[in-house]
């Protein structure tokens, strides 16, 4: 499957940005599919993950509450809602989907990578 992600870009503290993740080759009902950022000079991090069915969502503790992962089966998408954001959401952001039941929160438990879009978040 090829990921695909799109729709960073840059907002003020305390505004939103909806990034999408889409796939080509293979429906996301295959896959358990996750969100992962890196700012510069850190680790990738996990973000938020759906499992292959879209029945169950988890999310890092420093996004819960302001941040929510979906899946659009019409459109084949993953989107990622992103509220309330704050200066230290700065981050290159990616999508990744691995093949099995369960969302994993490691980069090294995820398949498929889609290129990564910058977002920013001014204070």
């Known amino acids: 499957v090829q990921l695909q992600a799109f729709g960073g870009g840059l907002v003020q503290a305390g505004g939103s940005l909806r990034l999408s993740c889409a796939a080509s080759?293979?429906?996301?009902?295959?896959?358990?599919t996750g969100w992962f950022r890196q700012a510069p000079g850190k680790e990738r991090e996990f973000v938020a993950g759906?499992?292959?069915?879209?029945?169950?969502?988890y999310y890092a503790d420093s996004v819960k509450g302001r941040f929510t992962i979906s899946r659009d089966d019409a459109r084949n998408t993953v989107p990622l809602q992103m509220n309330s954001l704050k200066p230290e959401d700065t981050a290159v952001y990616y999508c990744a989907a691995r093949a099995g039941l369960r969302v994993g929160i490691r980069p090294d438990e995820y398949d498929y990578w889609g290129q990564g879009t910058q977002v920013t978040v001014s204070s």
């Open positions: 759906i499992s292959w069915s879209g029945g169950s969502t």
């Open positions: 080759g293979r429906t996301f009902g295959s896959y358990a």
